[in-house]
């Protein structure tokens, strides 16, 4: 009997290696076809995906379901602000100093917060967010609880004209969504990516099977916060103002984000990027009814929770058995019949 | 021949709730050991203490003449000591191939091809290849159960403690499984196994070991236990008296 196969990739992983591929380069060359409106909201997109995709891994793999991410998205702004203000960093420079400060900022702050467990760990990261805010109020020299705009001298030292700086700063964005992509799902790709979906599904076998429960945990929970960190710095690059208020706003770096993960799928890589398209369609759709856009938000989110517990992509791929992202493993026999993955 | 697991004056309590009480004993490498006693007795609780998933108020755990008494689970599991949960705890949302995968990574070290061709082997032997592909979620009752001991075995333990696996298993089903754990244990592994299928556990077991209110009250050779006064009344309901 010769030895059953394994291999990952599938077909449709495949036809999506190749449509993202193309897609890829279609989006790359936007600033040769796309409008100034049209390129800032691509670029918010890309940001926003971003954003869902690292939420995603903390929350739903590592099930450290975090409402204060905000805390490095505004860590990370501030830091541009003030590397370039001050330490004279070229902005680029500036991002990525943010997010290895914001790695090291975030091995105490996880000592302390894991000590914490379920809802409280919730809130325990609500808490940090908001001193993160006020502290950063503090700082008189960065505006204070007014805030600050970025001078013109740095904008210029991005690009002399407008049009270069739009297309660099669109070209960033798609560029770090690539890369937190890209870094994600190499990670759940690897051997330690099968720890944390084993971890995911059942921690008592996990930790019982040789994974070291808190250690992984704390590797996600760095990672992801430098990235967002990353990912802050590249969204005050963007708005070219900062305030505490608008960098560590809840609503628009963690309660849009869980909305965009649980609606698209919570613990699957593709639910992120669904959940991203559906909400910037929803809030193109209905920007100019005020508030009660936000209303409809909820409603779909309720409603996509209680139809739908595995979002809309955990819809599709229990009837379709589709996975776009090679990760799982599938065993073929002699036959070629290992049994459908349900 | 040496003791692999040796504990010592284990004691646990939760509140007025006693689940380990001085308890003591040696398992030798190579043997294999069957553990009696009514619900609530304890057993699974033993089994917690000695994977890791419990600390113990007091006492001593060695294995392999190192004491692992403040060894973490993940480590112990890496150390060689594995176990399979009473009620299954299957990686739901991963594929039955990929739940032994994580055994043959995490637990036995394994790597690329390697990891791959054992955790094929495990699923071969448990009976559970032509299931690889499936979601655990999805498996039945009596699958999570045979998914549970692949993934102990999965971890290439030395030391397996397997918790009530053969429960509500047909007699053919009950066979495949004695054929099995045999198996394992005839290529060297040490066997702690706690049922109350009888049956099942004699026909692998050398030795017994009964405890009750997280006390051990009776050791020894199968048939002695099993024929003895104390056992039958305790856990067998029996009045000796009658």
Redesign the interface.
Known sequence: MS??A?TRATRASRIATVVAALGLVVLMLAPWWAGRADMRLMGEIYLYLSLACLWNLMAGYAGLVSVGQQAYVGFGGYMLFALTVFGGLHPIAAIVAAGGLAAVVSVPVATLIFRLKGAYFAIGTWVVAEVFRLSFAQVSALGGGSGSSLPVGIVRSLSSSRSGREALSYWLALGAAVLVIGTVYLFLRS?RG??L??I???E??????????WRTKLEVYVVTSALTAVIGGLIFLQKLRISPDAAFSVNDWTAFVIFIVVIGGI?TLEGPIIGTLVFFAIRETLADFGTSYLMILGAVAIVVMLKAPKGIWGLIRDRFDLELFPL????H?NGGE????? | MSALLSVSGLSKSFGAVVVADQTSFDVEQGAAIGILGPNGAGKTSLFNLI?G?LRPDAGQIVFGGADITNV????R??MGI??S?QIP???????V???A???A?????L?GNSA??HA?EV?EATGL????????G?LTLLERKRLEMA?AL??RPKLLLLDEIAGGLTDAECGELIDTINRVHAKGTTIIWIEHVVHALLAVVQKLIVIDFGKKIAEGEPREIMGSAEVKEIYLGVDPDA
């Open positions: 030895a059953p394994v051997r099968l720890a979906t084993a995911r599904d059942s008592a076998a996990a930790s019982g099977l040789g994974i070291d429960i613990g799982s493993y599938r065993v026999q290992g049994g459908t993955l349900r | 994977t998933a973490s689970a993940a480590e599991c890496r594995c176990r949960f705890q299957p990686f739901g949302g991963m594929t191939f990929e739940n995968l994580v055994g990574t995490q637990g036995a070290g790597s791959e061709v094929v699923l290849l032509p299931k690889a592909n499936v979601r655990a999805a993934r999965s971890a």
